[in-house]
């Protein structure tokens, strides 16, 4: 089954708690992209992925990393998270960045930073 | 950089009945696309618009694009209780992201 998985699911860290959330696709999608969803803030994206070894910013990537050295793998990485990254937080993919394709979503991670 | 913003944010119907959201958008697209998110779970896409087109159907739903009013509206039809999501546009201009509004909430009763 085509789809876009994300683990963990929900997670209760404290604050400097390094931790990573992982995203892959199994679709050999060349376009990755991470963001945030906030009450009242829609969704806004944190950095997307054109291709393996090719990432960037996107509208809030403050206090985040990403790498893609594969290309079915697009992980988050928080390396020092403080309350404000409290969010739900969704990975997504489609074939490439192009105008008409459409976007396949991961089902979300809901992060808790006390 | 939010470019979509729907409205109304939250629109509340009886089953069986019509509802219409829409979107407003601020510089030229390439395309329009709607999704649709169940409550805390990943959006799922519904259509997608060029700009070049006008109407578009799938199903129940109908989405029109306006560019010289740089807005769009999605009309699900006969509306049952499983449509009850927020509703997201998004938007391509060129080479870039898309960008998403900031949805809105429908509930349909049964």
């Known amino acids: 089954e085509a789809q876009v998985t994300q683990n963990p699911r929900y997670l209760i860290t404290v604050t400097g708690k390094k931790l990573t959330v992982t995203c892959s696709q199994n679709?050999?999608?060349?376009?990755m992209s991470w963001y945030r969803q906030d009450p009242g803030l829609g969704l806004r994206q944190i950095y997307y992925s054109m291709n393996v070894e090719v990432t960037d910013k996107g509208d809030v990537p403050e206090g985040y990393k990403v790498s893609r050295k594969e290309k079915r793998n697009f992980p988050l990485i928080l390396e020092s998270p403080s309350p404000n990254q409290t969010s739900l937080y969704f990975c997504?993919?489609?074939?490439?960045?192009?105008?008409?394709?459409?976007?396949?979503f991961g089902p979300g991670t809901r992060l808790t930073v006390l | 950089s939010q470019q979509g913003e729907e409205d109304p944010q939250a629109l509340s119907i009886q089953e069986g009945e019509n509802a219409t959201m829409n979107c407003s958008y601020k510089?030229?697209?390439?395309?329009l696309q709607w999704y649709r998110q169940n409550s805390g779970r990943g959006l799922v896409h519904l259509i997608l618009i060029r700009s070049n087109e006008r109407e578009k159907h799938s199903g129940r739903l109908r989405v029109t694009l306006d560019t010289s009013k740089k807005s769009s509206s999605l009309l699900i039809t006969a509306s049952r209780a499983a449509d009850t999501a927020s509703y997201f546009c998004a938007t391509n201009s060129g080479n870039t992201p898309l960008v998403f509004g900031k949805g809105t909430r429908l509930s349909v009763i049964a």
């Open positions: 679709m050999n999608h060349e376009y």
């Open positions: 510089t030229s697209i390439n395309n």
């Open positions: 997504a993919s489609s074939y490439r960045l192009a105008p008409y394709n459409e976007q396949f």
